[in-house]
């Protein structure tokens, strides 16, 4: 069966320094990746997605980034983060099936203090 | 941007089914609608999604209409734990063109 997993779950950061989320994903080939984020109160944004190796789309400019180092991994980064930056961040994956479904992580709150 | 509209809040006695209504006039013949709901500090669960015909599966129901302009998810019994944002989703067939956008979604309250 599929899994995903993503780290660490929680965390606190000072603004200016930098970020590293790491989502994987088991027991499929692959996978569209997607980040998203939800500041508090508000709804799912779409941040990256991914087709492939090394394929990143961007849905919203800002100072975060995104990697595909290897088929099932996504990274997010940033080099130094802002206040603003603070959420819930989701990382999630489906297949390119005729009405596939889209599978969420469970989730990593960053708070930028 | 999204493109469904739902009631921004909902209310549901525990144990009624609740019926959760969707508008999606501008959905396309290929688009599939999608339901999934997050409860509070949770990743979005996928409940159920269909294209054409009514759907139903263990959690829910999903009634399309037959233009596909719009559409309703029903649970049947809903309890303390269905309280949670329901999104209601258009999206075409193949994903990776079309990543999954999320609109407001409709915060259901179940109460006891």
């Known amino acids: 069966s599929q899994t995903i997993h993503q780290w660490p779950a929680t965390l606190v950061q000072p603004v200016g320094s930098p970020l590293s989320l790491e989502c994987t994903v088991e027991?499929?080939?692959?996978?569209?990746l997607y980040w998203y984020r939800q500041a508090a109160g508000r709804g799912l944004q779409l941040l990256f997605y991914?087709?492939?190796?090394?394929?990143i789309s961007s849905e919203v400019p800002q100072n975060l980034s995104a990697s595909r180092p290897q088929d099932r991994q996504f990274i997010l980064s940033s080099k130094k983060l802002l206040l603003s930056d603070s959420g819930f961040y989701l990382c999630?994956?489906?297949?390119?099936?005729?009405?596939?479904?889209?599978?969420f992580g469970e989730g990593s709150w960053l708070t930028v203090v | 941007d999204a493109k469904t509209t739902q009631p921004t809040s909902m209310d549901c006695a525990e144990g009624r089914a609740a019926n959760l209504p969707c508008n999606h006039s501008t959905i396309s013949g290929n688009e599939y609608v999608y339901w999934y709901r997050q409860i509070h500090s949770q990743g979005p669960q996928y409940i159920i999604h269909g294209l054409k015909n009514n759907e139903t599966n263990e959690m829910a129901s999903l009634i399309i209409t037959e233009d596909r302009k719009s559409s309703t998810l029903i649970l049947p019994h809903a309890t303390l734990r269905d309280t949670a944002v329901y999104y209601c989703i258009v999206r075409g067939v193949r994903s990776g063109n079309t990543p999954l956008v999320f609109g407001k979604g409709t915060r259901l309250s179940v109460i006891a």
């Open positions: 027991g499929t080939s692959n996978p569209n």
């Open positions: 999630a994956w489906d297949t390119d099936l005729l009405g596939n479904t889209i599978y």
């Open positions: 991914s087709v492939g190796i090394g394929q």
